[in-house]
């Protein structure tokens, strides 16, 4: 079956700190990750993919991920959260024919 | 720099009413899908285009239909509104080069559905 996990949904963190949000899939092969925003009311922006190559991929408004193989992990990072940082956040697995599959998101609380 | 845009914002309806939901995008872009997404359950694929003239059921096809009006245009039509199909309603679009080559898929701003 496939799958793609965001074991935690709701996040709390303060202003300033480190983010770390988690992401695993179950896949046979390497699959077409993706990191996805949505702000209160709107639609999911693109924050990073990874298709091959340098497992640490960088994105839009300071956040990286990386690639795991051997934890089937996508996890997304930022070193310095921002207060507009705050929204939900989306893992996605691209397989077959331009089909997504996505994680349940995970709420991100930035506390000042 | 309209990108994917999606009518209505919000619909109310009562159940077993009909309702089409119109999503257009201007990227030129081949693929187009549409998705709900419901508390807890991230989004679901409801339907596909992978290009202008043809569609297909993704993983909850039950109680709706498609119609790829044209490249730009996909629509999708609740012909018996149920209680259950309430749901924000995400249009989405994506250019395609090829199976297995994936292209990030751009969003609407979704069409919030109630039904009574």
């Known amino acids: 079956a496939q799958s793609v996990t965001q074991p935690d949904i709701h996040i709390t963190v303060s202003e300033g700190a480190s983010l770390e949000l988690r992401c695993n899939y179950s896949?046979?092969?390497?699959?077409?990750l993706f990191w996805y925003v949505q702000s209160p009311g709107q639609g999911l922006q693109l924050l990073l993919k990874?298709?091959?190559?340098?497992?640490l991929v960088q994105g839009i408004k300071g956040f990286e991920a990386e690639f795991k193989r051997s934890q089937s992990s996508f996890n997304l990072r930022k070193p310095s959260v921002h207060w507009s940082d705050a929204a939900e956040y989306f893992c996605?697995?691209?397989?077959?024919?331009?089909?997504?599959?996505f994680g349940s998101g995970t709420k991100l609380n930035v506390k000042p | 720099n309209a990108g994917v845009t999606q009518t209505p914002k919000f619909q109310v309806l009562k159940t077993g009413q009909s309702m089409t939901l119109q999503c257009a995008q201007d990227?030129?872009?081949?693929?187009m899908y549409w998705y709900r997404q419901d508390p807890g359950m991230g989004l679901r694929l409801i339907y596909y285009?992978?290009?202008?003239?043809?569609?297909d059921k993704g993983e909850v096809p039950n109680g709706y239909n498609v119609s790829r009006l044209n490249k730009r245009e996909f629509s999708l039509r609740l012909e018996s509104a149920a209680p259950s199909q309430t749901s924000v309603y995400f249009c989405?679009?994506?250019?395609?080069f090829g199976q297995g080559i994936f292209q990030p898929q751009h969003f609407g701003d979704g069409t919030r559905l109630s039904i009574l």
């Open positions: 989405a679009s994506s250019d395609v």
């Open positions: 896949y046979g092969a390497t699959p077409y």
């Open positions: 990874y298709f091959s190559g340098d497992t």
């Open positions: 996605a697995v691209g397989r077959g024919f331009n089909k997504f599959y």
């Open positions: 990227m030129n872009h081949n693929s």
């Open positions: 285009s992978a290009s202008e003239g043809t569609t």
